[in-house]
């Protein structure tokens, strides 16, 4: 049995043709009246529950029994979905999701997707004919199908921007979706969910944009600021739901109206929540596979198994957005998602799962919540001494005034508009917590002055200084800092735009 189960697991055959379930329904063979509003008995992806009690031993038994739990949902139509009908548009979706964005009668952006994945896109070309694709397409089974509907009361009482996604049930002859590109989609589980993720209390954008978008408006002039505050509480939130595929391009952000003499504040809109509960680690391979191989892909339970690595996916966004934060500013916010997330809410939320799925993952999930909670302190306290140890500083395009400020006990980097008298960053870092301090001067002809304060005593920190395109300068050099004209190289430099 044992050598029958490893030849299965690492065939090196081609891929499996059939790995799909050919439609949600479990009664396919009968007919959907052409009036059904809903169906009964709809699976999300019955195949990955069709092996045996070794093959989970080996590889995990994962969320499997919830993809092949029987659920209802709504069929979707386009001129019923939302308010008023839906326009079709333009065919997307990452390496493994199938899309289509569509817009309402009122303007409103919106996408379908498919709830099951297939990642052969994210497989080079040279392997997509061969057992490993089968592997990765089984790996899904690691995702629960409905983890996603967990989120918006969870995101809305910690007070994170979040999207409402909706489940339907795509018919084999749904006109929309009879090109080739849409294949994927018929008679398959989707969710339909807005573009714009809803802000709690906060005002109407000037403008939604991406992370490429957002990032290079922040690079090019001190008028646009990141909402750190805004990201640190939604970043703990990604751990806290265990949800560890959070770079760059699971992010819109909105672009508030500047202040009267200010900056425009720029605050993070999360989306695409499909690792949310994530569980891998139950079978030898896949324990292999999340604590050697590829170690953020952390599993989800009562503990943060590993927080660093889990977080690792959106380190570009923390290290330039996170970047001018206290310790005592992660802990009030870690205490502040507590006190905003009591049982009460926990418990709404886990019965958003259908049914027949809250019966096998409900209570397991509302105890790893409760006690996850418990040890946001602790967590918050990780993320902070992770980043405080080499933070990086940057200024713009335009000329800015570094100043470095060396005490006894800490060092104070402060930095300016060139001709300005207010810092637009300010912060004191402590020799208990930072190994290194990293300056970026990026655009613009930008000065750094260091100024000793008394005699200094103690540990030093180590200072490097980039100073970056244009004529920089730095005045009163100390002991510990490094400054070379030059920027940073290229995979390191701050100003390097993210990958999408």
Not at 44 to 67: I, M
Not at 357 to 371: K, N
Request: net charge positive; glycine share 8%; hydrophobic share 40%.
């Amino acid at each position: 049995m044992f050598g029958g189960t490893l030849a299965t697991l690492l065939a090196t055959g081609c891929v499996r043709k059939q790995f799909f379930q050919p439609d949600a329904r479990l009664d396919a063979s009968t007919a959907l009246p052409a009036s059904a509003d809903s169906v009964r008995g709809v699976t999300a992806g019955r195949q990955y529950a069709r092996h045996g009690s070794l093959y989970n031993a080996l590889v995990g038994r994962h969320h499997r029994p919830s993809w092949a739990a029987p659920v209802s949902a709504p069929v979707f139509r386009l001129n019923t979905a939302q308010r008023g009908s839906l326009q079709p548009g333009k065919v997307g979706g990452g390496f493994n999701s199938t899309s289509l964005n569509l817009t309402s009668d009122d303007g409103r952006a919106y996408v379908i997707r498919t709830v099951d994945k297939d990642p052969i896109r994210a497989t080079p070309v040279a392997v997509r004919g061969t057992f490993l694709v089968n592997v990765l397409r089984d790996n899904v089974s690691s995702t629960n199908p409905y983890a996603a509907l967990l989120v918006p009361p969870l995101a809305r009482a910690a007070g994170v921007p979040y999207s409402s996604p909706q489940l339907f049930y795509v018919r084999p002859d749904e006109p929309a979706f009879q090109s080739d590109s849409l294949l994927h989609f018929r008679g398959q589980l989707a969710y339909l969910e807005e573009k714009a993720a809803q802000a709690p209390e906060r005002p109407v954008p000037n403008a939604i944009v991406n992370s490429g978008k957002a990032f290079a408006g922040v690079f090019a002039s001190p008028a646009r600021r990141f909402d750190q505050p805004a990201l640190l509480r939604a970043r703990l939130l990604d751990a806290w739901l265990g949800d560890w595929d959070r770079h760059a391009g699971q992010w819109s952000w909105a672009e508030e109206a500047p202040v009267p003499g200010g900056f425009a504040s720029i605050r993070p809109l999360p989306k695409d929540r499909d690792m949310v509960i994530y569980r891998l680690d139950d079978g030898l391979l896949g324990w292999l596979i999340g604590h050697v191989a590829i170690p953020h892909w952390v599993t989800f339970g009562p503990r943060y198994k590993n927080p660093v690595a889990q977080l690792s996916n959106g380190e570009y966004l923390d290290r330039r957005a996170l970047n001018q934060l206290s310790r005592a500013q992660f802990q009030a916010t870690a205490l502040d998602l507590q006190r905003r997330l009591p049982d009460s809410v926990l418990q709404r939320a886990v019965r958003r799962l259908p049914p027949a799925v809250y019966a096998l993952e409900g209570s397991r999930t509302l105890a790893a919540f409760q006690a996850r909670r418990d040890q946001l302190p602790a967590l918050a306290e990780t993320f902070y001494r992770n980043l405080a140890r080499e933070p990086r500083i940057a200024g713009t395009d335009e000329a800015e005034r570094f100043e470095l400020h060396r005490y006894a006990d800490s060092t104070v980097v402060a930095v300016f508009p060139a001709q300005g008298k207010a810092a637009f960053y300010h912060r004191a870092f402590l020799p208990s917590e930072t190994h290194r301090i990293q300056l970026e001067g990026l655009g613009g002809d930008d000065s750094f002055v260091v100024e000793t304060h008394g005699k200094a005593a103690g540990h030093q920190l180590s200072i490097r200084i980039y100073g970056g395109p244009g004529t920089d300068n730095l005045t009163q050099p100390g002991s510990g800092i490094r400054f070379e004209q030059g920027s940073a190289s290229g995979d390191k430099a701050f100003d390097k735009l993210p990958e999408e």
